[in-house]
């Protein structure tokens, strides 16, 4: 029996699940176009084979993993590294038992949905995972992993993958990329530029790491000029080699367009340390701004993805560091952040600026007018908690009023779990078209214009916005 319901995720009314059907039937073999994520590009540049199954499903997911935290599961049973150096479980085989043995906790989840995807459409399997049938998964798997055809070059191939963009900070000197490069592989995977290491300072060793890019640029980043022409000189490098867009994690989408005698004032009391939080979040802010005006000269796409409280517990931050399940939403405010870098550059349709959100809420009340009326901003697709077909369907409703397909961007999978990426360009794929086919059953659509819009949103818009 498959794992997976071919009709999955579609309408319940027969006509308009049979139109869904039909236009999913004309988008889901689209090349994937991937151009934001967290895979890395040590994958592609060396192709080396995956080490187990629990290297790849569990531990390095944080979806997967803080489901399972969530039920007293110890992380370092999981096989989670510890930042402390401590003791962690390194038998795959048993992490994978423990995994199996929880599988249920995913019932009606997307991770559930985005694994059984990889186990049916992947490996072949038509039984559950369980406990009493994981032995037989970890070892065909494992099996599997040993062959060519499962090398992350080979499964590029085999995923579709147009093209996938990588995360990379501002400090990383891209080795991997270049060996990607220097290998002559025809795969097309691209960085992004991260700097929140260097733009933030609440960020751990922010004085260094300004000092380090100073290093790395040969400008004097003491300096407020020398700073901003730091990034320039980053920015490029990261353009050398095939990046298209910055990317920024901040707290809030707070954004300022201060005076520059004020900016150089505010950049030396960070260098110090002496920032308050308020003025931090200022600084933070202007970065937004002066990477906008940047993206004016050079053409990388701004994105923005605030509203993470990361690292919500102190205790696992310092036993296992960053990016460990624990960042959790909040509420955000749009309209009155983002005015600053509006005013400054957002009526400028040279301007690609990309916006994300964890509240919900700001879908119809702020994000969609504000993507509806300003040629430079455009809303990124649900993310990250609302990685759902519930969270996709909600953002269509309620952000298609206002806003339109065509100040949206597609589709983004924005994920570290390689195997994953078919399964949710495929939700995705789905939940459009069940969308387009209620559009259409309800006289809001033609059938001709859904077709057309599915094909956008499955492949042209993100190619489009994200310059691809």
Excluded at 49 to 71: E, G, I, K, N, W
Excluded at 273 to 285: I, K, L, N, Q, V
Excluded at 368 to 382: D, F, Q, T, W
Aim: hydrophobic residues 40%; aromatic residues 10%; proline residues 6%.
């Amino acid at each position: 029996m498959p794992l997976l319901d071919s009709d999955r995720l579609f309408p319940l009314e027969s006509d308009a699940r049979g139109l869904a059907r039909a236009l999913y039937d004309t988008v889901a073999d689209l090349p994937i176009i991937s151009p934001h994520g967290h895979t890395d590009p040590r994958w592609y540049a060396t192709d080396e084979a995956f080490p187990d199954p629990a290297q790849l499903f569990v531990t390095p997911d944080h979806y997967v993993f803080r489901m399972l935290c969530s039920q007293g599961i110890a992380l370092t049973d999981l096989g989670v590294p510890r930042a402390d150096g401590g003791p962690t479980e390194t038998d795959g085989r048993k992490i994978w038992h423990l995994f199996a043995q929880n599988y249920h906790l995913f019932r009606g989840t997307p991770s559930r949905i985005w694994l059984d995807h990889a186990f049916e459409t992947i490996f072949g399997f038509d039984v559950p995972l369980s406990a009493a049938t994981a032995d037989d998964y970890y070892d065909r798997i494992a099996s599997a992993l040993a062959t060519p055809e499962f090398r992350p070059r080979a499964l590029f191939d085999r995923f579709n993958i147009e093209v996938i963009s990588t995360t990379d900070g501002a400090l990383d000197d891209l080795r991997w990329h270049r060996q990607i490069r220097d290998s002559g592989w025809h795969g097309r995977v691209i960085p992004a530029y991260r700097p929140d290491a260097v733009v933030d300072p609440e960020f751990n060793g922010f004085a260094n790491n300004v000092a380090q890019l100073g290093e790395m640029t040969g400008e004097n980043t003491a300096t407020w000029a020398g700073y901003l022409n730091a990034h320039r000189i980053r920015r490029a490098f990261f353009k050398s080699y095939g990046c298209t867009s910055s990317d920024h994690g901040h707290a809030t989408a707070r954004t300022e367009d201060l005076p520059q005698d004020q900016a150089a004032l505010l950049f030396e009391k960070a260098l110090r340390g002496t920032c308050s939080a308020e003025e931090a979040d200022a600084f933070r802010g202007q970065m937004l701004t002066e990477m906008a005006r940047m993206s004016l000269d050079d053409g990388l796409v701004l994105q923005i993805h605030p509203g993470s409280r990361r690292n919500h517990s102190d205790p696992m931050l310092a036993m296992f560091g960053r990016d460990k399940g624990f960042d959790i939403p909040g509420r955000t405010d749009y309209v009155t952040a983002l005015r600053p870098l509006l005013n400054a550059v957002g009526m400028d349709p040279r301007l690609s600026v990309i916006v994300f959100t964890l509240d919900e809420s700001s879908y119809a009340r702020e994000l969609a007018p504000l993507a509806g009326v300003y040629p430079a901003l455009k809303l990124g697709p649900a993310w990250w908690f609302h990685d759902s077909a519930e969270g996709m369907r909600r953002f269509r409703e309620m952000t298609t009023e206002t806003a339109g397909f065509y100040n949206t961007v597609g589709f983004n999978d924005d994920t570290r779990a390689y195997l994953s990426i078919p399964a949710r360009h495929d939700v995705a794929r789905r939940v459009d078209c069940a969308f387009l086919a209620t559009l259409v059953r309800t006289g809001r659509l033609s059938e001709t214009d859904a077709y057309e819009v599915a094909h956008d949103l499955a492949y042209r818009l993100a190619k489009q916005a994200y310059r691809l």
